[in-house]
């Protein structure tokens, strides 16, 4: 049990609920009867968690209470646990002491994602992300015949069966850039998908240029311009996708943990640590 505290404490400290960690080891001792060590123990867990639960809301006065100095003491006279373990243990929970005190760091989704160089490592990301949704097809089609089309994904979308179909590029879009991202968004509506792997007929197509950057300012009215072309003209379905807005997509789907996965299937550090 108390293994299983330190855990929660070294990972994710307020995730940590005092009286229901209390309940459980009373209820783990309820035969033997309530020892020393199981009062040091119960001292541990409360002076613990409600300190963590300080730090994060009241740092300020957290830090005359002391509780979690208390709670280690009170850890390292537990005759199983001993002074050895606490002070291995020690200096982790002060990194997640001031890290309570700082805050979350929220900014790690920018930083991995907008580091990311390799389109290849890019696209398989995007693909993931993509996937979890449990679509009705998703496929990288990159390659000297994809027409334009990176990714393409089979959706259902507010009740509506929607074909999205991505451009990928890393890093900041210039002129050079755009020109190349135009012909090939363009070439993506006039070479449809063929309908071979398609399970739903979708309902409308949609394109979309994503980037783990953004737009510069030079060529941001020049892509403005050419966006409301394409709608007001051609009736086509067209977005440009930046970092902020596909962090932003990524936060409100709830898919924190899906990018975790897919980053680490990448080999790229989130930086969270």
């Not at 997640?96 to 979350?104: F, K, N, T, V």
Request: proline share 4%; glycine share 8%; charged share 25%.
């Amino acid at each position: 049990m108390l293994i299983k505290v330190l855990t929660k404490l070294l990972s994710d400290p307020l995730s940590l609920d005092a009286e229901e960690a209390r309940r459980e080891y009373q209820l783990e001792i309820r035969m033997s009867g309530e020892s020393r060590q199981d009062q040091l123990a119960l001292t541990f867990i409360s002076e613990a968690a409600n300190g963590f639960r300080g730090f994060a809301t009241d740092p300020g006065s957290e830090i005359t209470c002391n509780r979690l100095a208390h709670a280690l003491e009170a850890l390292e006279r537990i005759p199983a646990i001993g002074p050895e373990v606490t002070e291995a243990v020690r200096p982790e929970l002060g990194k997640r002491a001031l890290a309570s005190i700082l805050g979350p760091m929220r900014t790690w989704m920018h930083k991995s994602l907008g580091g990311i160089t390799d389109e290849a490592r890019f696209r398989t990301v995007l693909l993931r992300l993509l996937q979890s949704g449990l679509p009705h097809y998703a496929q990288v089609r990159h390659g000297p015949l994809e027409y334009g089309k990176d990714i393409v994904a089979l959706l259902e979308i507010d009740g509506e069966t929607v074909l999205r179909q991505y451009q990928v590029k890393c890093g900041d879009i210039g002129q050079t850039k755009w020109r190349e991202s135009k012909d090939e968004m363009e070439t993506m509506f006039q070479v449809p998908l063929t309908s071979f792997q398609l399970p739903i007929v979708p309902q409308r197509t949609e394109g979309v240029l994503i980037t783990n950057g953004h737009a510069n300012t030079y060529v941001e009215p020049v892509i403005d311009g050419w966006l409301r072309e394409q709608r007001d003209t051609h009736g086509r379905s067209v977005q440009f996708m930046h970092l902020d807005a596909l962090v932003d997509w990524i936060a409100k789907d709830r898919l924190v943990n899906e990018l975790r996965a897919a980053l680490q299937e990448q080999g790229i550090d989130t930086g969270e640590a």
